[in-house]
């Protein structure tokens, strides 16, 4: 079963050393882009995503400043760990954890997307995600959630 840990002095080392598959490159950033970007941001969240005591992934999410909702910037699932379905669980675990922070005036989780990534399509839809129709983000398909 898989759960979620911060990312810290202990543990930064592995999240920079996974990654995905060669022709994956392009749809998302690397994990080292995003934990030094995190230092620019305030109420956000870098977590490894773990099976047992190995990290197989990552996510970086928090309350976005433009409209104070939730973002998701950053899912990804190494690639020796991919197609077993732990990337649904993994966006599970991030949902229930932003659940569980969030107070009464979050409603919603948005997160974007290469449209040429069809499988992450696929997998945001099945977990709720509806693309809001016409809104790209740097030629990013958006998706939202909501509570």
């Known amino acids: 079963m898989l759960h979620l840990e911060s990312i810290t002095k202990d543990n930064w080392v592995k999240a920079i050393s996974l990654r995905v598959r060669g ?7 690397s994990n080292a882009v ?39 910037y950053r899912m990804m699932i190494d690639q020796k760990h991919q197609g077993k379905g732990y990337g649904k669980e993994a966006i599970q675990l991030v949902i229930d954890d932003i659940q569980s922070i969030k107070e009464d005036h979050h409603h ?21 995600f509806k693309e809001v129709e016409g809104l790209l983000i740097s030629d990013e398909q958006v998706a939202r959630y909501t509570f």
């Open 108 to 128: 919603t989780i948005t997160l974007s997307y290469e449209p040429a990534n069809e499988h992450a399509k696929r997998i945001y839809e099945k977990m709720g």
């Open 23 to 29: 022709d994956q490159v392009n749809f998302v950033a």
């Open 34 to 72: 995003s934990l030094a970007q995190l230092n620019f941001l305030e109420n956000f969240h870098a977590k490894g995503i773990y099976l047992g005591e190995e990290m197989i992934g990552f996510a970086l999410y928090g309350i976005d400043e433009d409209d104070h909702e939730y973002w998701i």
